[in-house]
């Protein structure tokens, strides 16, 4: 009788000692992705800070002045007048879509002479 609770403790201490090690392996690998993961994380919030230091300079009022005098002649570049400048409700509305009909029939209704298709013969 003490011979098999001998074994079933040994058993037991074995089960116990295998999923022991399954859990630290697993947890280990957990522990690399996550770090992996964070090396990852900080490479690409360094390149955001490097792209945003890039576009602060290419964007630089006098960097552009520079390049529109010169270029300007060869980009037919002219000057911005004051009544080229409007707010959003001076802009003409939208033109008006019916909800239910189709891109086909909405096509159509903007240009219906000019509408073929290749598989049916005009009229």
């Given at each position: 009788?003490?011979?098999?609770v ?8 074995l089960?116990?000692?295998?999923w ?11 522990v ?15 390149s ?23 270029y ?8 911005t ?12 509305a ?11 029939d ?6 219906p ?11």
């Amino acid at each position: 009788m003490i011979r098999i609770v001998n074994i079933v403790l040994v058993v037991l201490m074995l089960g116990a000692a295998t999923w022991t090690y399954a859990v630290k392996h697993r947890a280990e690998r957990n522990v690399a992705e996550i770090n992996e993961l964070e090396r990852r994380i900080k490479l690409e919030k360094e390149s955001i800070d490097l792209l945003q230091a890039d576009w602060a300079y290419l964007s630089q009022p006098s960097r552009l002045k520079t390049l529109a005098e010169q270029y300007g002649e060869q980009l037919q570049l002219q000057l911005t007048e004051p009544q080229q400048i409007v707010h959003p409700n001076e802009l003409p509305a939208a033109p008006e879509i019916p909800q239910n009909d189709g891109i086909a029939d909405i096509i159509a209704s903007q240009m219906p002479d000019q509408l073929t298709t290749g598989s049916v013969e005009g009229n």
